[in-house]
Structures are given as structure tokens and as C-alpha cells.
């Protein structure tokens, strides 16, 4: 098994940054290669459904919901085992409970790529709560 524990989230206003940060493992007397990982960023408002934000392979492709384009940026540290979410000019409408995922690489991957519906990913943080005011 996969633990994954998000961190980074707070409250800012809008047009500011945030970074979050997720720290993977793998759990006792699993073999654990975060380099064959699709990892993922998700995030959650009240009364809507999880939606992708940001996913990112093992070739370090990455691939960008619209509403996040050119704002936000995913990248991984494979040596720490680090997922990253920068998010720069925040919007009021990017307030949600962001959450971090991961699923090892295999043929559900050679038939889309990462950047699938969160139902497909099977490794999930607790979520960090981001809060953009106008």
C-alpha cells in the first residue's frame, strides 16, 4: 500500500501562491518505486465532486485541467518521493480540499495516460484545505 500525506494548504488572498507538497511511502513489506507512479492532484469544494487538477508520469508529462492552465504547475522530486502543486494567481473559485493520489503504472495506463478521473486512482491523502478570498 501507498500512504500519501498532503501539506501547503492555507488561506490566501486572491492572486497569491501557495505550494503543496505531498510525502509518498509505501507501507511495511510493500516494495515501493515512486518513479513508476502517475501521481495527482485532485481537489474537492463543498457540495461538488472531486475533479482532476493536475496529473504527472513517470516521464515527468504532465497534463493540466483547463481552469488551472498556466497558473498552476505539478512536479515530482523521485529522489524524496515529493509530488509538488505550485498555484500561482489564486482564484476565489480554486477554494477546495485538495487532495494528492497515486496508482502504479500499468496497462490502465498505456490505454489514457495519467490525466484520468479520480475513480481510476486508487492511493489517496487525507487532503489539505485551500481557502482563496476576494
Same mark, same amino acid.
Given at each position: 500500500?501507498?500512504?500519501?500525506?498532503?501539506?501547503? @494548504?492555507? =488561506?490566501?488572498?486572491?492572486?497569491?501562491?501557495?505550494? *503543496?507538497? !505531498?510525502?509518498? =511511502?509505501? %507501507?511495511?513489506? &510493500?516494495?515501493?518505486?515512486? +518513479?513508476?507512479? !502517475?501521481?495527482? #492532484?485532485?481537489?474537492?469544494?463543498?457540495?461538488?465532486?472531486?475533479?482532476?487538477?493536475?496529473?504527472?508520469? =513517470? $516521464?515527468?508529462?504532465?497534463? &493540466?485541467?483547463? =481552469?488551472?492552465?498556466?497558473?498552476?504547475?505539478?512536479?515530482?522530486?523521485?529522489?524524496? $518521493?515529493?509530488?509538488? *502543486?505550485?498555484?500561482? +494567481?489564486?482564484?476565489?473559485?480554486? %477554494?477546495?480540499?485538495?487532495? !494528492?493520489?497515486?496508482?502504479?503504472?500499468? +496497462? #490502465? &495506463?498505456?490505454?489514457?495516460?495519467?490525466?484520468?478521473?479520480?475513480?481510476? &486512482? $486508487?492511493? #489517496?491523502?487525507? @487532503?489539505?484545505?485551500?481557502?482563496?478570498?476576494?
Amino acid at each position: 500500500q501507498v500512504q500519501l500525506v498532503e501539506s501547503g @494548504g492555507g =488561506s490566501v488572498q486572491a492572486g497569491g501562491s501557495l505550494r *503543496l507538497s !505531498c510525502a509518498a =511511502s509505501g %507501507t511495511a513489506g &510493500y516494495t515501493f518505486k515512486y +518513479s513508476n507512479f !502517475c501521481m495527482g #492532484w485532485f481537489r474537492q469544494a463543498p457540495g461538488k465532486e472531486r475533479e482532476r487538477v493536475a496529473t504527472i508520469d =513517470s $516521464n515527468d508529462d504532465t497534463a &493540466y485541467a483547463d =481552469s488551472v492552465k498556466g497558473r498552476f504547475t505539478i512536479s515530482r522530486d523521485n529522489a524524496k $518521493n515529493i509530488l509538488y *502543486l505550485q498555484m500561482n +494567481s489564486l482564484k476565489p473559485e480554486d %477554494t477546495a480540499m485538495y487532495y !494528492c493520489a497515486a496508482r502504479p503504472l500499468g +496497462s #490502465w &495506463y498505456e490505454q489514457g495516460g495519467c490525466f484520468r478521473p479520480s475513480h481510476v &486512482y $486508487n492511493s #489517496w491523502g487525507q @487532503g489539505t484545505q485551500v481557502t482563496v478570498s476576494s
